[in-house]
């Protein structure tokens, strides 16, 4: 019986149909596929929410873990803009008997935009486990003066444009890593109307590039093993070791709530659960990724590859959605979010409305 595509392509080294690998990176996939759908809508809501969040954040602007938030949601906003256009020219990109392939020009354009895309979400990952990083210092650090300017609004903003600037160096190796060369000719089926039957246009493949080709592609793979180890293998070990050092300090802080300012405490654990919710979040949905890079770096076959590729695909799903719903977060959880929000949808606040009328009541 002869080898399909997937065994004898894409996992050589695993010639059995039934194999566990070969299973899974059917199903991951498919996934991939219904991720997409799900992904253009996730991002046109998310859009709208997340241009709202930046505005009630812009009206805070008060210390390093409000400038960080503001980082994050702008590369979540620029995320979501760019999978809107990238969704669309991945379920159309190989055309169909009677639309051909897309440009080569076309090709640069997508692949700018995934390396955008990349370049954002790789920022907006690691502005998380500093915000995260920030919190714990600030929580546990608070009383010593070289930890105090790491609360102040400025901090995170100097943190968020280097993490952006070397984000950006990483996500243009990703981009040079790759190159389009022409693998044949498309011609319009001869049951295409409307179509002149002389039509041709080159079809084009992503090839790795000349310069990541050099020495057996060993340049390719130091560059998978660095970016795959900082994009997503060390975010996903920092992420939950972290969590967990907030977790212990919110613990210390609720022990000693009966010491200092009773509102100052319930305003700092707030924070802290804020920071605990948004970081889980991100790791969960980060986690596939992570656990996909380490099969990437360890194995050579082209079927690991497309595996990190579509899991990825189903992990900026859950990181859209987190995303998006990351203004309800906040909303719940600060005091001074819900004012901004409620004053900017002139919404009155149903606590002074009460006393109020209670007032009034009174006094009548």
Same mark, same amino acid.
Not at 190 to 195: G, K, L, Y
Not at 284 to 300: C, D, H, R
């Given at each position: 019986?002869p080898?399909?595509?997937?065994e ?8 059995d149909?039934?194999?566990? !690998?070969?299973? /899974?990176?059917?199903?991951v ?9 799900v992904? +253009? ?19 805070l ?32 990109? @190989? ?6 392939? %897309? ?17 954002? !979400? ?6 998380? &486990? ?8 600030? *929580?546990?650090? @608070?009383?010593?003066?070289q @930890?105090?300017?790491? *609360? ?19 996500s ?35 090839? &790795?590039s ?10 390719l ?11 997503? !293998? ?11 050092? /907030?977790? &212990?300090?919110?613990?210390k ?14 305003? =700092?654990?707030?924070? =802290?659960? /804020? ?18 890079? &380490?099969?990437?770096?360890? %194995? ?7 595996? @990190?590729?579509?899991?990825?695909? +189903?992990?900026?799903?859950l ?11 906040? +909303? ?32 009548s």
């Amino acid at each position: 019986m002869p080898l399909t595509f997937t065994e004898f392509y894409l996992f050589p080294n695993e010639p059995d149909e039934n194999a566990f !690998i070969v299973k /899974l990176y059917t199903f991951v996939e498919h996934l991939s596929l219904y991720s997409l759908y799900v992904q +253009f809508w996730i991002a046109i809501i998310g859009i709208i929410l997340t241009i709202f969040h930046l505005i009630v954040l812009i009206k805070l602007c008060g210390n390093s873990i409000v400038s960080i938030m503001l980082g994050m949601a702008i590369c979540d906003l620029f995320s979501m803009i760019v999978n809107i256009s990238v969704c669309d020219i991945i379920l159309h990109f @190989f055309g169909d008997l009677c639309t051909p392939p %897309y440009s080569l020009l076309m090709n640069h354009v997508f692949w700018i935009l995934v390396s955008i895309r990349d370049d954002v !979400i790789r920022c907006s990952t690691w502005l998380s &486990v500093l915000m995260a990083l920030l919190r714990y210092l600030v *929580s546990k650090y @608070f009383a010593k003066s070289q @930890f105090q300017n790491l *609360s102040r609004f400025e901090y995170g903003v100097k943190a968020s444009i280097i993490s952006f600037v070397i984000s950006s160096i990483f996500s243009a190796g990703y981009y040079l890593s790759v190159k389009f060369e022409p693998v044949g000719i498309w011609t319009p089926d001869e049951s295409c109307a409307n179509v002149p039957m002389n039509m041709e246009h080159p079809i084009y493949e992503q090839r &790795v590039s000349d310069l990541f080709s050099l020495g057996n592609g060993a340049p390719l793979r130091i560059f998978q093993l660095i970016n795959g180890s900082a994009s997503k !293998i060390i975010p996903c070990i920092l992420l939950p070791i972290l969590t967990f050092l /907030l977790a &212990v300090e919110l613990r210390k802080n609720d022990q000693s709530r009966n010491t200092g300012s009773v509102l100052y405490k319930n305003n =700092t654990e707030k924070t =802290t659960i /804020l920071v605990i919710i948004m970081t889980v979040l991100i790791f969960v949905a980060s986690l596939p990724t992570g656990i996909a890079t &380490v099969f990437q770096v360890a %194995y050579t076959d082209l079927g690991y590859l497309f595996l @990190f590729i579509y899991t990825d695909t +189903f992990c900026n799903t859950l990181l859209l959605t987190a995303a998006a719903i990351n203004c309800f977060i906040c +909303f719940a959880m600060s005091i001074q979010y819900r004012k901004a929000a409620r004053k900017i949808l002139h919404i009155p606040d149903p606590k002074i409305h009460s006393t109020r009328h209670s007032l009034w009541r009174t006094t009548s």
